[in-house]
C-alpha cells in the first residue's frame, strides 16, 4: 500500500488558498440510525436501518497571518454565513475532496511567550463529500 506525506496538502475555502496550516482535521461522516425492530422480529436482537446521513467538520490549525488571503477568507465566511466551495487537495496526485462547507468558527490566538500566535477554524460541511 502506497503511503503519501500529509506535507504539501493543500485546502482551499470559496476558491482561496488558506496559507500558514499546520493541520487538516479528518472528514468524519456519520449517520443517523434507525430502529427497525418490530413484534415480530424472531432473532431476538434489534435491527436498524441507516438513516440521514452527515459528512461533519473540518478543524483547521495554523499560524496566523494577517496578509493570508485563505485566512481573510475563513473570516469574512464567518460573518456572513455562507456555505462555499472547499477543496483539500493531498500532494503527488494522491487525490483528494471536494465539498461545501461555512465557517462555523474562527479562533485567534494563543500568545505564549515562546509561541507564534495562532488560529483555528471549523468547518461545517453541507452535503456529500466527492473524494477524488
Not at 8 to 20: E, L, P, V
Amino acid at each position: 500500500m502506497a503511503k503519501t506525506r500529509a506535507l504539501g496538502t493543500t485546502i482551499t475555502f470559496n476558491s482561496k488558498t488558506i496559507g500558514a496550516l499546520t493541520s487538516i482535521g479528518e472528514i468524519t461522516p456519520d449517520s443517523e440510525e434507525l430502529d427497525a425492530t418490530t413484534l415480530d422480529s424472531t432473532s431476538g436482537y434489534r435491527e436498524f436501518l441507516q438513516g440521514f446521513k452527515d459528512s461533519g467538520e473540518v478543524t483547521l490549525s495554523g499560524y496566523y497571518d494577517k496578509t493570508d488571503v485563505g485566512q481573510q477568507a475563513l473570516i469574512t465566511g464567518y460573518g456572513n454565513g455562507e456555505v462555499k466551495a472547499v477543496v483539500i487537495t493531498f500532494p503527488k496526485s494522491a487525490g483528494g475532496a471536494n465539498f461545501n462547507a461555512y465557517v462555523k468558527s474562527f479562533t485567534l490566538g494563543a500568545a505564549d511567550v515562546d509561541g507564534i500566535v495562532g488560529f483555528g477554524a471549523t468547518l461545517r460541511i453541507s452535503g456529500a463529500v466527492t473524494t477524488t
